[in-house]
Each structure stands twice: as C-alpha cells, then as structure tokens.
C-alpha cells in the first residue's frame, strides 16, 4: 500500500466585507474564490473494487465539495453577524438579498477554516484532509492543515 495524496479544486463568485479593515477591504466587494482540497490515505489494492487503484474517488470528493461548499457560497454576499451595517441593511429586504451571517469576519483564513468544518463530516475516517488552500485572488491565498495528520 502507498500513502498518496490527491487534490480536488472548486470555485464559486462569493462578496463579503471586513469591517474593521483600514483600507478598501472595509467596502462590501466580492471574489471568484478558488479552493484546492488535498486528501491524504493508502492507495486501495482490493481487486475488482470500484474504487482500487483510488484513495478516495475524485467523482464522490467534487460531489461533496459541490454540496458541502460550492451551492451554499455560490453568489451570496458573506458577513459577520456582529457587523452592525451589513445587520441593518439585511433588515432592509431580506428576501431580495442573498446574504450569508457567520460568526466570524470573513476573511480568507476564517473562510477556509470554515470550510473545513463543513467537509470534515462527510469524509471517511480512514482518509485524512492535509490541506485546505483557499485563493481569495489569484495572488492571494489562505491556507490549512488541520492537526493530527
């Protein structure tokens, strides 16, 4: 058996806003946000399976990186929920705005994190996340290992 890793990459166009930032950042803005996710596990050797010569099938990781990830950041505007502008122009019309509230500033290394907390249930215990990197832009990146690899 062989130890391998293998990466899977999503995008979706997401806004958001930091609030306390002291440059433009503190204005609500959007990016095409990239997220690369890395699985590590043995190389499965059971012959006949449908999935030897795999560590995890790169069809069921897009499946649960759509899911878990993709449809539920897809076009919406992110904002921390102690952001008393963003609150208030929720209020405003709710209905016509996609606005996502998370308990955190939206930043990319809060997003990744949060990412990971929405794939690590879904993924089998035998197969480990190495690394989650999130491109905020294409020359800007968050990235994340989790522990107890």
């Not at 995890?56 to 102690?82: G, N, R, S, V």
């Not at 008393?84 to 209020?91: G, L, N």
């Amino acid at each position: 058996m062989h130890s391998i890793e293998i990466t899977k990459i999503i995008e979706w166009d997401m806004g958001h806003r930091v609030p306390n930032h002291r440059n433009k950042c503190r204005h609500p803005h959007g990016h095409r946000y990239r997220l690369e996710v890395t699985l590590a596990g043995e190389v499965k050797s059971q012959a006949g399976a449908h999935d030897e010569g795999m560590i995890f099938d790169f069809c069921d990781l897009k499946q649960i990186l759509k899911t878990a990830i993709h449809d539920p950041l897809d076009h919406i505007f992110m904002y921390c929920e102690d952001d008393s502008i963003m609150h208030s122009f929720a209020k405003t019309d709710a209905k016509n705005l996609n606005l996502f509230a998370v308990p955190f500033v939206p930043t990319a290394e809060n997003i990744v994190i949060w990412c990971h907390t929405q794939l690590v249930s879904h993924i089998p215990s035998h197969i480990k996340i190495s690394r989650l990197r999130l491109y905020e832009t294409p020359n800007s990146w968050a990235d994340f290992s989790p522990k107890n690899i």
